[in-house]
């Protein structure tokens, strides 16, 4: 347990007979990449929105580094430490991607309800933001409006947005979806380097980049973990075969 | 950006431009017609906060206008009267005083916004904007029924409220008074939006799921605004009064909240100085067409419609991209 950053135990979702999670129970540990893959609709994106408080779940519990954030609306669970990515890029559109790493910064650096200082003149929040910007590779296009970056920008600023927020743990939903073969590569070296402060729950269909990364895998199918290990132990799992990787590895 | 601040330049000078005319010419009506631009001007900027630049559709501001304007009302009221206000738990009077009436308005408008923003913000979409109308409507409804201060009828106060070492009946000195107040509402604005905060809000009308995911507790920044917003109304609410010598339950009407929409609408919706070019070409539509016409406002609708057809971003939207496509 004193390992453990992140506990979920038995949670479950239902609309209606429907059973959208069913007594799921992963965990994360430190230093630790644990990676969630599953077909389409198998309950990935909604367990995602259950760990982070936009969907509540009829039973279970969310222990978060010794902390029961079971109660927890999203917000208060994103102040204490659970930062993630959406499955479809969700930024701010009409700000430059600049100032969406500030917008990200805000909270931490309790800077929200500063109403009359200008955020321009801000040089800590400007200078932080560029760094992360630069690990991101995106800072040469520091000024550049969010709506106007790349598919694949638009998901590196998304992944900047999370790392801004210097979070306990990271939820990654499909964080190279788009990207190409340098971008992906970029995000694999980051997420190496970043899993050592924060661990990270990464959610991926690029097979490749998951058994590069992942320290452990989870399979979910119909809303239930059907198998859990590491990446060799998947791999030769007949039954992740059967009901996702359809090949063998 | 360069283009829009040229033509900020340019709104300010005509609004020293017309009422010198109105000295010039010996023509007071023009200034008391700046003023009310100047007024409305004001309560559009309210507005703009919340409607502009953080997504809220209150149809209630109204609301604001009105509590602001009877504030003064019934301050002013009993002063004339040397009437106490209320006498437990202690006696107190009316006052005829606009530095003491002013900060009166303000409170107990940001006090309402307050309530109404607490209990309205837990809704959104089409149910904000019924909710927002309803508290308004509430209140029209409240004045109508309270013949202590006129029921129906209004509320005449016959002497404008004073201010030291300034004759307020003077339509000039009262233009100049009004004129304080909504450069110290841009102000406000200007820095509001520039703040940190400001970014927060801003952000919330384009993507409020992401900037919760952020760790910004939305509801807190949107009641903020909605306060700040509801108030810089509420004082012009105030100065109305002052402008009129009158006050009716029409302030409260949910056409006041409508026309205060079309301010910011027609002028340009995010846009600092938007709501005062709409509520000018307002009055300036009001004054022309009505002129011709009992129904100019049949024209102010089609306009509308043009303007929300293709025009978006409002007047200062137009002119902008004209110039852009001659550069």
């Known amino acids: ?249 | 950006m360069i283009i829009e601040k040229f033509f900020n330049k340019w709104i300010m000078f005509f609004l020293i431009l017309i009422p010198s005319c109105g000295v010039i010419f010996d023509e007071p009506y023009f200034i008391t017609l700046a003023t009310k631009v100047v007024i409305l001007g004001i309560a559009g900027i309210g507005l703009n906060l919340a409607l502009g630049y953080c997504g809220l559709i209150s149809l209630g501001h109204a609301a604001f206008f009105g509590i602001g304007g009877y504030i003064t009302g019934i301050l002013s009221f009993h002063a004339l009267n040397d009437e106490v206000l209320f006498s437990w738990p202690l006696a107190v009077s009316g006052s005829s005083e606009m530095l003491i009436i002013w900060p009166i308005a303000i409170l107990v408008s940001a006090l309402f916004s307050f309530i109404i923003g607490l209990l309205s913000l837990r809704t959104s979409g089409v149910y904000f904007i019924m909710i927002t109308l309803a508290f308004a409507q509430m209140l029209y409804f409240f004045s109508i029924s309270w013949p202590n201060y006129g029921g129906e009828d209004g509320l005449s106060i016959y002497m404008r409220n004073s201010f030291p070492m300034v004759n307020t009946m003077d339509p000039l000195s009262f233009y100049v008074i009004s004129l304080f107040w909504l450069l110290f509402s841009i102000f406000i604005s200007l820095r509001l939006i520039n703040s940190p905060f400001g970014m927060s809000f801003q952000a919330i009308k384009q993507n409020e799921e992401r900037v919760k995911s952020v760790g910004i507790e939305t509801f807190k920044v949107k009641l903020l605004v909605f306060v700040i917003s509801g108030t810089i109304t509420g004082l012009a609410g105030s100065l109305y009064t002052d402008l009129n010598r009158f006050v009716s339950p029409t302030v409260l009407d949910w056409h006041t909240s409508g026309e205060i929409m079309v301010f910011v609408i027609l002028g340009g919706m995010a846009r600092l100085y938007g709501p005062l070019v709409g509520a000018a070409f307002f009055i300036a539509l009001e004054q022309t067409l009505g002129s011709y016409t009992e129904n100019w406002q049949f024209w102010l609708g089609l306009i509308l419609i043009l303007v929300i057809l293709y025009a978006r971003s409002g007047i200062l939207g137009l002119f902008d991209k004209k110039l852009r496509h001659e550069k």
Do not use: C, W
């Open chain 1, 1 to 249: 347990m004193k390992n453990k950053i992140l506990n979920i135990k038995n949670l479950s979702k239902s609309y209606g007979a429907f059973k959208v999670t069913d007594e799921i129970a992963i965990d994360l540990n430190f230093d630790e990449i644990h990676a969630l893959i599953g077909p389409n609709g198998a309950g990935k994106s909604t367990l995602i929105k259950q760990i982070v408080g936009s969907v509540k779940h009829d039973i279970g519990s969310i222990v978060l580094d010794q902390e029961d954030i079971t109660d927890l609306n999203d917000v208060e669970r994103a102040k204490i430490g659970i930062s993630r990515t959406f499955q479809v890029s969700s930024i701010i559109p009409k700000f430059s991607a600049l100032d969406n790493i500030i917008l990200s910064l805000l909270d931490k650096s309790k800077e929200t309800f500063q109403i009359f200082k200008s955020i321009r003149k801000n040089k800590e929040l400007d200078a932080k933001a560029k760094k992360i910007l630069r690990e991101i590779e995106l800072f040469d296009k520091s000024h550049i409006l969010a709506s106007e970056l790349s598919h694949g920008d638009r998901r590196k600023l998304e992944v900047g947005l999370a790392l801004a927020m210097d979070p306990k743990v990271f939820l990654f939903d499909e964080p190279m979806a788009g990207l190409d073969e340098s971008g992906t590569k970029m995000m694999i070296n980051l997420f190496k380097k970043i899993k050592t402060n924060s661990p990270i729950l990464l959610i991926e269909h690029d097979m490749d980049a998951v058994f590069a990364l992942a320290d452990r895998v989870s399979v979910i199918n119909y809303g239930k973990i059907v198998a859990t290990g590491t990446a060799d132990q998947i791999k030769s799992n007949v039954l992740v075969r059967d009901v996702y990787l359809g090949y063998e590895i």
